[in-house]
């Protein structure tokens, strides 16, 4: 379940690109995607998928600070 979260939060953020809105609300849509797919990580021990979710999601907190 954590995955369907995390690819309607990516999609979301590449919308919300596309479509002009601002950079912060792409930041936190692609943050709280980071945050799902490390939820289905977790879930499933794949710790390959962890690694680069909390990079994404570092790189997300520094976009957002």
């Keep these: 379940m954590f995955g ?3 690819t309607l939060g990516v ?10 809105y601002g950079v912060q609300l792409a930041m ?5 995607a980071c945050m799902a797919w490390l939820g289905h990580a977790i ?3 794949d710790g390959w998928l ?3 979710n909390t990079i994404v999601a570092g790189f997300a ?5």
């Design 28 to 32: 936190i849509f692609g943050f709280f």
């Design 50 to 52: 962890f690694t680069t």
């Design 61 to 65: 907190i520094w976009g957002l600070a």
């Design 43 to 45: 879930k499933h021990r």
């Design 4 to 6: 369907l979260f995390g």
């Design 11 to 20: 999609i979301a953020q590449m919308a919300a690109m596309a479509f002009g």
